[in-house]
């Protein structure tokens, strides 16, 4: 406590100021010049809120009702840091100061969220990346050929579909390239540039053979020949005439 002093003007001493000291109670008189000693209070008792971090449920009402404090609200919440069961977060925070019997509220993790993932076979490819995303997964898209998948659109996926996976989760999207083989079309009569453009937009290289005095030459035979089906990156060969 708090010495202060303090000296009466009137009235009798009160019960032991024949030491110089006092211990006198609200209203006494007291001789002049004795000491009064005055208790403060320093209000109600206050607890230390313990850590519950990484602790079970029971772990923490155990720890709790030991710190004179009791449980309040208990939450569980997906967290893919923390053990399913075991507590991430609390309030009031640790070592916080607080009254007898107060409620102390902790979240406990339920692990890492789990999510079904559907089937994306032969649909969009741009439309299942999108859709991944937004829920959480990390993908990836890898392009293969197919003579049966339109261009775009989702070959196979891995892990397989139509389980449930931790978001998170890593996916690879195979999609179409479109088809491995392509038919040689028909560019005779076309000038070079022109017939040129059009083989390597089916991703077929071109090599040139010219003959003749003429200065506008047209294709005048291709090999492999019209019509002919090649794999995309074939070479051809083209005469100019």
Avoid: W
């Amino acid at each position: 406590g708090h010495l202060r002093r303090r000296r009466a003007a009137t009235g009798s001493a009160a019960t032991g100021a024949h030491d110089g000291r006092c211990d006198a109670a609200g209203g006494d008189r007291v001789a002049e010049g004795v000491t009064v000693y005055l208790i403060v209070s320093q209000g109600k008792e206050r607890y230390t809120v313990p850590s519950l971090s990484g602790l079970t449920p029971d772990e923490a009402t155990k720890l709790i009702q030991d710190s004179n404090l009791k449980v309040g609200a208990v939450t569980e919440r997906f967290s893919p840091d923390v053990e399913k069961g075991r507590i991430f977060s609390q309030e009031p925070a640790a070592s916080a100061r607080v009254m007898r019997d107060s409620l102390v509220n902790f979240i406990v993790s339920k692990g890492t969220e789990e999510i079904l993932v559907k089937s994306y076979l032969g649909q969009s490819g741009e439309q299942a990346l999108n859709e991944l995303n937004a829920l959480g997964f990390d993908v990836d898209v890898k392009y293969q050929f197919s003579e049966t998948v339109p261009l775009g659109a989702v070959i196979s996926q891995a892990p397989i579909e139509n389980q449930a996976l931790p978001k998170g989760s890593a996916i690879v999207l195979y999609l179409s390239q479109g088809t491995e083989y392509v038919f040689i079309p028909n560019v005779l009569s076309l000038g070079g540039d022109q017939a040129r453009k059009i083989l390597n937009d089916l991703e077929l290289k071109v090599e040139i053979r010219e003959i003749g005095s003429r200065k506008s030459k047209v294709v005048t035979a291709v090999n492999p020949k019209v019509g002919e089906r090649v794999k995309r990156g074939s070479t051809g060969t083209m005469t100019l005439s």
